[in-house]
């Protein structure tokens, strides 16, 4: 409660009785207004729930950061929120990815209404993400940062001390915060959590420029073994180039000059293409980490607050955007009491998205060790790996699966149907495609005709097969299935909806 009355214990601070200018009052603050944060801000306030956003950067500032690529999965994500045509339109689709020279990675074999690439800035995610957020309602605090963070005795709420541009200290307080404010999170800080992990690669090169050529291939990528150059297209006469010299040591602060990437792009593709005009330049370092845990009582990590690996492949922003997508709903049904064992679907968070977090760390850490191969053995079995995937097409299928977020699946309960826990396809429904019944932000139940509504405590869509099928579905708000069967009566069934089980 935000009144004199209110006793807080800094469980993970040392300040205490900070001085207060403000109490805000909030169902979830979120700290950190990257694309991880704004598509959870959105998502909860579209819940008719209170959100506060706060975020160190000064109000309309841009974020020019190495993120570029929104994989299918994400765009499938967006379109159960109605915003997918819209980010198309803003850049260009690759469906093929070439990598080592010879591997191409046919994306257009995804089982998906958006079987491609699709290369656009992340700031035109951000923008659309923030209009999203600010139309639902999120009240947004820039300028600002957390300064400490304190859970209540009771367990009951989270009490966070934030700073603005201009020194002063105020004191929000909600139900639930979310860290979502990146590789240097003030939330994780705050936490005490470690962050173990190790860097893989320093001295990135990174420049949005224009090209007197034209590439090959929409999406090039070499590695030469002394160093790696990586353009996209952003369909607007801009490319997004990355390059690495094995011999270049500098730090993230040391200036770039273009010449710098010239060099690079010459040494791992024989050209660069003509580069010129580069709008920005940055240097970054790679790390490989990743927080133990993804909740810490009423405190949740998400996005690069949680886990940050090599740019390879592009999954940065799209693992962080499916985080949110998994953690909002569940925020959602416990706040507005839809849930009927509220922490074990809290807890089911970390769960889900820590194995997946992990997974991306060793795929993209993978493939980044790959491009940098140098001595021989290492070069035969990159030479060896790409002849097998070129060659065996399901080998082939699985890595863009992987890479594209389609084929990530959550863990499924003994003796559950097999397609529990597996993403949910756009499925053509009586009712209309089941992404646009999601844009309910409900579960969808899916029988065959004829089966009685359903009710329960979990708004609940009810939909039907155009078809014979005799298999029902309950599909989660996030697109995944969670639970299937031939009972629509079934016990399981039955606890999820929040209804008496039929004995």
């Not at 420029?209 to 952003?234: C, H, K, M, S």
């Not at 191969?373 to 097998?388: D, E, G, I, K």
């Amino acid at each position: 409660m935000c009144d004199s009355e209110a006793a807080v214990t800094d469980t993970y601070s040392t300040a205490a009785n900070h001085p207060d200018t403000t109490c805000v009052p909030a169902d979830v603050l979120i700290v950190g207004a990257g694309p991880t944060g704004l598509l959870l801000a959105g998502d909860l306030a579209a819940q008719q729930l209170s959100v506060t956003v706060v975020e160190r950067r000064p109000p309309g500032t841009g974020n020019l950061t190495r993120a570029f690529a929104v994989h299918a999965r994400t765009l499938e994500l967006f379109d159960t929120r109605g915003l997918a045509d819209a980010l198309i339109r803003t850049g260009t689709r690759l469906d093929r990815m070439r990598l080592f020279g010879r591997l191409a990675l046919d994306l257009s074999r995804l089982r998906s209404r958006f079987p491609f690439l699709l290369i656009t800035p992340q700031y035109e995610v951000e923008q659309l993400l923030r209009d999203r957020a600010l139309k639902a309602g999120v009240h947004f605090r820039h300028g600002t940062e957390l300064s400490d963070l304190s859970q209540s005795p009771a367990g009951d709420r989270v009490t966070a001390v934030v700073r603005g541009a201009d020194g002063v200290r105020s004191t929000i307080e909600a139900r639930y915060l979310v860290g979502t404010d990146g590789v240097h999170s003030s939330v994780r800080r705050a936490l005490g959590l470690p962050f173990p992990g190790e860097s893989v690669i320093e001295s990135i090169v990174l420049a949005d420029v224009r090209l007197t050529g034209t590439p090959p291939a929409p999406l090039t990528v070499n590695g030469t073994g002394d160093a790696f150059a990586f353009i996209a297209p952003f369909g607007d006469g801009w490319y997004r180039v990355m390059g690495w010299n094995r011999t270049r040591h500098a730090d993230d602060s040391e200036p770039v000059e273009l010449d710098e990437l010239r060099g690079i792009t010459r040494l791992a593709l024989g050209t660069d293409y003509g580069m010129h005009d580069a709008r920005w330049l940055s240097r970054f370092h790679s790390d490989e980490r990743q927080v133990p845990a993804y909740r810490t009582g009423r405190v949740f990590l998400a996005g690069d607050a949680a886990h940050v690996h090599s740019p390879a492949g592009g999954q940065g922003m799209n693992t962080g955007l499916q985080d949110a997508a998994n953690l909002s709903w569940k925020l959602a049904a416990v706040l507005r009491g839809h849930s009927a064992d509220p922490e074990a679907l809290l807890d089911s968070y970390h769960t889900e998205r820590h194995p997946v977090g992990a997974q991306v760390l060793r795929a993209s850490g993978a493939v980044i060790r790959l491009a940098m191969a140098r001595t021989p053995w290492q070069r035969t079995v990159r030479a060896a790996l790409v002849r097998a995937l070129s060659a065996v097409r399901p080998a082939s299928d699985k890595v863009v699966g992987r890479l594209s977020g389609i084929g990530i699946a959550y863990g499924a309960p003994r003796g559950s149907h097999r397609l529990t826990g597996t993403r949910a396809p756009a499925l053509r429904l009586a009712e209309g495609h089941l992404p646009e019944l999601l844009r309910h932000g409900s579960f969808v139940l899916i029988t065959p005709p004829g089966v009685p509504h359903r009710t329960g405590t979990v708004p609940l869509v009810h939909a039907h097969w155009t078809s014979g099928r005799t298999t029902s579905l309950l599909v989660r708000p996030d697109g995944y299935i969670a639970w299937a069967g031939t009972r629509p009566d079934a016990e399981p069934l039955n606890r999820i909806l929040g209804q008496p089980t039929t004995g």
